[in-house]
């Protein structure tokens, strides 16, 4: 049996980072929007787990990680550019979140994680 990893330092420095966002993503969703008592939503929890699922899937190099990262952050992405709009201070709050949506997307997009892809499984079945 193969070890597993929450967090894959041995990985391009793109995937490490992109690992990172999605951890900490997924956590302040469930810190904020669940334990906090926030504006908790069906689609906020399964937003939240799916993106510390992908980080997992990612550190662990397994393709389905890499894809539900993907969906995940292009998902946040679209989301954040739809509700652009109020107040000044709202707009620089949702300009923060904004960059770390495109951040993620172009992370998880560059050629140098991309190229790692393609020795994904090693010398394990795909998935």
Do not use: C, I
Request: net charge positive.
């Amino acid at each position: 049996m193969e070890p597993r990893v929450w967090v894959n330092p041995r990985q391009p420095q793109t995937l490490y980072v992109a690992q990172l966002l999605m951890y900490l993503r997924g956590g302040f969703l469930l810190l904020f929007g669940v334990v906090l008592g926030g504006s908790a939503s069906l689609t906020g929890l399964l937003f939240a787990l799916g993106s510390v699922a992908a980080a997992y899937g990612v550190a662990n190099e397994r393709r389905w990680g890499y894809r539900l990262g993907l969906v995940v952050a292009v998902f946040a992405l679209a989301v954040s550019l739809l509700t652009l709009s109020g107040g000044l201070s709202r707009l620089l709050s949702q300009a923060l979140g904004l960059v770390f949506d495109v951040a993620l997307v172009a992370l998880l997009l560059h050629p140098l994680s991309r190229n790692y892809l393609r020795y994904w499984p090693k010398g394990r079945s795909r998935r």
